[in-house]
């Protein structure tokens, strides 16, 4: 996995991930590469195993849209990441009572974790290792 210029400043960095089960294809690829690059925390809701990327045609009706999967993206195991979720390091819902109320649970306890993060010395990420076989 190549690591971006920006990626590297980031690993350097206190960072937090706000994800939930709305994160499909792209956002659940990023969702475990910052987890399996062991970027920082991650609060929110469970990411669905959607990562595939999907090559979409009309019909040559007009009337019916395909998508055609094409490309699987596979995690440090050698699975394809579809049908494996992504867990978050704090399960944490958004009720539509609280954000009706114009309060957002999952920002509150990702501020809460970084804060609490200030408070301990720095320490450099460092990638997750692979599952031995």
Do not use: C
């Not at 792209?26 to 090559?55: C, E, Q, R």
């Not at 019916?64 to 995690?75: D, F, L």
């Not at 699975?79 to 978050?88: F, G, I, K, V, W």
């Amino acid at each position: 996995m190549l690591i971006t210029a920006a990626l590297a400043v980031t690993l350097n960095r206190l960072s937090i991930l706000v994800m939930s089960e709305g994160n499909y294809s792209d956002a659940h690829a990023f969702a475990y590469s910052y987890d399996v690059l062991n970027i920082g925390k991650m609060v929110g809701m469970t990411v669905p195993g959607t990562m595939t990327a999907v090559w979409w045609e009309m019909s040559l009706s007009g009337d019916m849209r395909v998508g055609v999967p094409q490309v699987g993206m596979k995690n440090t195991k050698g699975e394809y990441l579809a049908n494996n979720q992504t867990e978050p390091d704090y399960l944490v819902e958004n009720d539509p009572q609280s954000m009706s109320e114009g309060k957002d649970e999952l920002i509150e306890k990702a501020v809460q974790v970084m804060l609490q993060q200030l408070d301990r010395p720095s320490k450099k990420a460092k990638p997750k290792q692979p599952a031995q076989k």
